[in-house]
């Protein structure tokens, strides 16, 4: 298993790709990390590269950048500026201010600088059905052409996008549209459910059963606004006689 290989092979189920991959060090042990370079899901090494992904590399096999770094030197890179990372983070009012989503991410990459900020009227064009169009491109620019295309053409601009509400993703063509191709977008509840069947796998909790399984719809009011809203997020009809109420 290479160096954090659970978090870059849950970004290979999701379809993440064009990773760079930063390791402490590399080793024969860590030679899967080849077929994650073959997937295109790690792009640009920045460190040691030996054994097995060190021959890769020499040959010639490799797509991307691979920059050969000492432990020194990789620290360093980050000191001085040459590496960085640069994360922002959007979500609703309570949850920036909260710093949930900013304390996780320090607490993996303490080298990183994370921008949070929030895009409320983003739920409100989830629930009324108007996350693709002119409405929704004009509100997902107004949020993020502050982080993503600043007025000062020497600040810097984040590389990766956490969609920190289970609505956002919704507006996944809008926000593209306003970041651009070259940003990586992390949906977040993508994220937990492959972490989650990660998890499942490990303790061998998955079935070997075929069928969609049982879904269970609980809402503390409103059925019908709930299975209205739900049609859109699962893209299949809910009535509300499949909603059950439940008091918290």
Known sequence: MIKGGTSLEAA?????KDLMWFPSASF???KNAIELMEKGVIHHIEGSMNGPLGDYCTQGKMRGMGVLR???GRYQAIQDGEVHVDIAVIATEGTVRGG???QAILRIRPDARVNAAPAALF??????GLH???IANDIATHYLRPMFSPADVGASVPDTLVLGCTHFPMLAGA???AVGANVEIVDSAATTAASVDAQLREAGLTTTEGGDGLVRLLATDGRERFAR????FLERTITPDEVELVDL
């Open 12 to 16: 290979a189920r999701i379809g993440v």
């Open 28 to 30: 024969p042990s860590q």
């Open 70 to 72: 000492s432990h020194g």
């Open 100 to 102: 949930a989503y900013q």
């Open 123 to 128: 739920v409100a064009l989830a629930e009324e």
């Open 132 to 134: 693709e169009g002119p």
């Open 175 to 177: 926000i593209r549209r």
């Open 229 to 232: 809203v739900g049609s859109r």
